[in-house]
């Protein structure tokens, strides 16, 4: 009889795909990042319990491109700073990727803030220094653009272990709070560069009612640059969360979670109906 190959796996066969994760090659991405101090105010409203407004209301953009085994993939994110007891880090708002598969193993493994969306990096050749343009667009608006002048070579920075914090959840299938409760997750990742360049520019910010991140204005650019990096990533629940506190901050993870306000809007009625 022929395998079906919707079956269960083997024993041997699990262990196979467990083990090769362990020898994935280095990935480089070209991404741009931008730093900038934002409205503390604003930066503290969107953190949920039990994470803290780090010293600085700092916002971080990164865009970046890669060639992932032959298959092209953009992704983004827009974090902010944070505390967790006495680490410091960073607490995405929105990470949006270009294929399904990126989208699903963040969302579903570390509780990543992912969603589908468009992610371009942008250089071209100008006399006077190229020209760089970064973007993350969802349902046609461009919400994040970085652009500007590329500047020179940067020195490079030794490599360097970032934190990340996410909640992780599941929606509960009757639509009343959770399957379970919530965790905090701790996702570390050494970061190495190979290349580094700034870039003299501006953020441009666009209005969105999904992807609201007007809402954390720049207020003081601090750096922008363009690099070559790859990365690691492992992750750790460290703290159950209560439903009840992270209920309010659904809405970051989801356009709408029950997708009753995704729709367009119902045409109008006749004239003379009521």
């Not at 006077?128 to 652009?147: K, M, N, P, Q, Y």
């Not at 360097?160 to 570390?188: R, T």
């Not at 989801?254 to 995704?262: E, H, K, S, T």
Request: net charge negative; with cysteine; hydrophobic share 40%.
């Amino acid at each position: 009889m022929a395998r079906v190959r919707y079956g269960p796996r083997s024993e041997a066969e699990i262990r196979a795909a467990k083990g090769a994760r362990g020898s994935l090659p280095d990935i480089w991405s070209t991404g741009v990042v931008a730093v900038w101090e934002s409205d503390p105010d604003a930066v503290a409203q969107v953190l949920p319990p039990p994470l803290k407004p780090a010293e600085r209301a700092l916002v971080r953009v990164n865009i970046s491109q890669v060639d992932l085994f032959g298959s092209p993939l953009g992704a983004g994110s827009f974090s902010v700073s944070a505390q967790h007891g006495a680490h410091t880090g960073w607490y995405p708002l929105v990470m949006p990727m270009t294929t399904e598969r990126a989208l699903i193993g963040g969302r579903e493994v570390f509780g990543e803030p992912k969603k589908l969306g468009e992610v371009g990096v942008e250089r071209r050749a100008d006399p006077g220094g190229d020209l760089v343009t970064a973007r993350l667009t969802r349902h046609g608006i461009s919400f994040v653009e970085v652009r500007g002048r590329v500047t020179g070579e940067l020195p490079l920075p030794e490599p360097v272990e970032k934190l990340d914090f996410y909640l992780k959840f599941l929606p509960a299938v009757d639509g009343e709070g959770f399957d379970a409760d919530p965790v905090l997750v701790h996702c570390l990742r050494n970061e190495r560069v190979r290349r580094l360049e700034g870039v003299d520019g501006e953020v441009v910010l666009r209005e969105s009612a999904f992807d609201p991140v007007a809402d954390l204005p720049v207020r003081r650019l601090l750096e922008i640059t363009i690099g070559e990096k790859t990365s690691d990533q492992r992750g750790r629940v460290v703290e159950r969360l209560s439903a009840q506190a992270v209920l309010p901050y659904v809405h970051q993870r989801y356009d709408d979670a029950q997708q009753v306000l995704d729709s367009p809007a119902p045409p109008a009625a006749p004239a003379g109906e009521a």
